[in-house]
T-cell receptor
Framework: GQQLNQSPQSMFIQEGEDVSMNCTSSSIFNTWLWYKQDPGEGPVLLIALYKAGELTSNGRLTAQFGITRKDSFLNISASIPSDVGIYFCAGRHNLGTASKLTFGTGTRLQVTL | SAVISQKPSRDICQRGTSLTIQCQVDSQVTMMFWYRQQPGQSLTLIATANQGSEATYESGFVIDKFPISRPNLTFSTLTVSNMSPEDSSIYLC?????????FGPGTRLTVL
């Protein structure tokens, strides 16, 4: 099935640095969701975006729904060791839950002290 | 938000056998889904579990291999049938509530 392109694929950063990752698609989405997955766990929802241009924050996390509706980015400020994990974007074509999520390829984040 | 539990959390099985994974959601949800996540990969949708009727399968997944039940709004099962080592994966239950979607902790399956 279709997957969204996420970049970077992986990143190694030092504690305290800011992180930026993005997700692009060839088709338009009406909803963007960002998840974090820790080893041995299921994905946990971080931020949900429902409107083109929307900028939403959750603590140190900020995500934006691209104006073209074909991309989204996630920023993490002042990274800490517990930010380690895999971050997935996911897009949905229709509002509501009737349609399926398409997942990105994932960004693996490693934080060094 | 919805809290989702899965049983078992992990299992090691012999090839040719079947395993049924249970998923329980703590509130009534409109949609339930089953995903597979192979090692180091993203999530792939297996099927949408429909309450009281046959599940809707994605391309590449069939009912004979992955029978699914959803007897009510909060419970679903996925069976992995006639397993082979290629079925070794994490199987994730998911539930959609409102405009968001939540995931269970996953079942890590190893087939020998």
């Amino acid at each position: 099935g279709q997957q969204l392109n996420q970049s970077p694929q992986s990143m190694f950063i030092q504690e305290g640095e800011d992180v930026s990752m993005n997700c692009t698609s060839s088709s338009i989405f009406n909803t963007w969701l960002w998840y974090k997955q820790d080893p041995g766990e299921g994905p946990v929802l971080l931020i949900a975006l429902y409107k083109a241009g929307e900028l939403t924050s959750n603590g140190r996390l900020t995500a934006q729904f691209g104006i073209t509706r074909k991309d989204s980015f996630l920023n993490i400020s002042a990274s800490i060791p517990s930010d380690v994990g895999i971050y997935f974007c996911a897009g949905r074509h229709n509002l509501g839950t009737a349609s399926k999520l398409t997942f990105g390829t994932g960004t693996r984040l490693q934080v060094t002290l | 938000s919805a809290v989702i539990s899965q049983k078992p959390s992990r299992d090691i099985c012999q090839r040719g056998t079947s395993l049924t994974i249970q998923c329980q959601v703590d509130s009534q949800v409109t949609m339930m889904f089953w995903y597979r996540q192979q090692p180091g990969q993203s999530l792939t949708l297996i099927a949408t579990a429909n309450q009281g009727s046959e599940a809707t399968y994605e391309s590449g997944f069939v009912i004979d291999k992955f029978p699914i039940s959803r007897p009510n709004l909060t419970f679903s099962t996925l069976t992995v049938s006639n397993m082979s080592p290629e079925d070794s994966s994490i199987y994730l239950c998911s539930a959609a509530g409102g405009d968001t979607q939540y995931f269970g902790p996953g079942t890590r399956l190893t087939v020998l």
